[in-house]
């Protein structure tokens, strides 16, 4: 099955540097690359997502880009924001599956 | 509903004792999912609702766990003699369900589990 590595576990930053967290994934079949954002005491929520056949996408101050032929994908965050402080977690999912497989996230500290 | 809701938001049970924590997903959603997130971990799969097809309980991690749907909406995830390793957030999902691959998971805010 599809296998996710996300990486750092912890990334600690200070207000208005730039931030980037790095997965993985092992099924070169997946297609489908979803980011979560999960603040204290809230569940997970996608905060950007791109598709396979897109290599960069942006959303103001967030970006993901994909490497397919590497199998890895990224998040970018420039100009931190302490409310930037949250757990990000990556995935990985195909046509004909309807489970993602997740990375074992990513803690973000913005310090002001 | 406007989001996924979850009951009770926390828990806190003695050993061996039964826990049923409920999931009233996002109308029209037909597929529901359950994780488990344990403290400094990732998120743990557990079991799939899609529609009226069997579940998918490849992630459940014994047969204490178990889950049920109901008229395609609402779940209970239930934990049978529960132990202390059972102490996590269970957090609910729901989508479309896409098959295509595109599917957008919602979440809710989770139920706190605590076993003492």
Known sequence: GENVEQHPSTLSVQEGDSAVIKCTYSDSASNYFPWYKQELGKGPQLIIDIRSNVGEKKDQRIAVTLNKTAKHFSLHITETQPEDSAVYFCAASKGGSYIPTFGRGTSLIVHP | ?116
């Open chain 2, 1 to 116: 509903g406007a989001g996924v809701s979850q009951s009770p938001s926390n828990k806190v049970t003695e050993k061996g004792k039964d826990v049923e924590l409920r999931c009233d997903p996002i109308s029209g959603h037909t597929a529901l999912y359950w994780y488990r997130q344990s403290l400094g971990q990732g998120l743990e799969f557990l079991i799939y609702f899609q529609g009226n097809s069997a579940p998918d309980k490849s992630g459940l991690p014994s047969d204490r766990f178990s889950a049920e749907r109901t008229g395609g909406s609402v779940s209970t995830l239930t934990i049978q003699r529960t132990q202390q390793e059972d102490s996590a957030v269970y957090l609910c999902a729901s989508s479309f369900g896409s098959w295509a691959g595109a599917n957008v998971l919602t979440f809710g805010a989770g139920s706190r589990l605590t076993v003492l």
